[in-house]
T-cell receptor, first 115, second 111 residues
Framework: DTGVSQDPRHKITKRGQNVTFRCDPI?????LYWYRQTLGQGPEFLTY????????KSRLLSDRFSAERPKGSFSTLEIQRTEQGDSAMYLC?????????????FGPGTRLTVT | DAKTTQPNSMESNEEEPVHLPCNHS???????IHWYRQLPSQGPEYVIH???SNVNNRMASLAIAEDRKSSTLILHRATLRDAAVYYC????????????FGAGTTVTVRA
């Protein structure tokens, strides 16, 4: 078990470009989550998957954002037409199950800088 | 989302205990209390959770007030590696899928 991995770790892009991030959860974890964290703030929930189904999306997830988990394994988060306000750390997490006592395991994050 | 209140920062000396308070006066009977921490340049990591009774694990202890309106995370012997932002989070049945992070408490450990 190598934990949750994310790729790339850093991404610098120009405003208006599209970017895609990848998350590989812990194997056999059914749930996968995406969060966003800006400087000095705690992470904010964006969306989550139960296997391949996307079950919840935050209002933070504008139309320019799309997430997929095609085979219930890895997930991608795409941002189209990036804006400077999209600059943040994008964190992925996974959990074996849901429920109030479940534990989420986080990856190291992808830091996005939009210039 | 249920709300928690934590001090912005705390300092401790190495090898001394650290008591991190968290107020959650609007907690409901089914809300779980979770603690996560985030070391510099890393994603958050789970520390401990509880419902009503005090809990211990290898990382920390969680003391929950009898009325459940507050809790305290206890690091028994702080090390330099414990310097992090500590988040107290309530998980409720409505939004049980997500973690709602506040600003947390930044813990500094002095050598």
């Amino acid at each position: 078990d190598t934990g949750v991995s994310q790729d790339p770790r850093h991404k610098i892009t120009k405003r208006g470009q599209n970017v895609t991030f990848r998350c590989d959860p812990i194997s056999e974890h059914n749930r996968l989550y995406w969060y966003r964290q800006t400087l000095g703030q705690g992470p904010e929930f964006l969306t989550y998957f139960q296997n391949e189904a996307q079950l919840e999306k935050s209002r933070l997830l504008s139309d320019r954002f799309s997430a997929e988990r095609p085979k219930g394994s890895f997930s991608t988060l795409e941002i189209q037409r990036t804006e400077q306000g999209d600059s943040a750390m994008y964190l992925c997490a996974s959990s074996l199950t849901g429920g109030l006592a479940s534990q989420q395991y986080f990856g190291p994050g992808t830091r996005l800088t939009v210039t | 989302d249920a709300k928690t209140t934590q001090p912005n920062s705390m300092e401790s000396n190495e090898e001394e205990p650290v008591h991190l308070p968290c107020n959650h006066s609007t907690i409901s009977g089914t809300d779980y209390i979770h603690w996560y921490r985030q070391l510099p340049s890393q994603g958050p990591e789970y520390v401990i959770h509880g419902l009503t009774s005090n809990v211990n694990n290898r990382m920390a202890s969680l003391a929950i007030a009898e009325d459940r309106k507050s809790s305290t995370l206890i690091l028994h012997r702080a090390t330099l590696r414990d310097a992090a932002v500590y988040y107290c989070i309530l998980r409720d049945v409505v939004d049980d899928y997500k973690l709602s992070f506040g600003a947390g408490t930044t813990v500094t450990v002095r050598a």
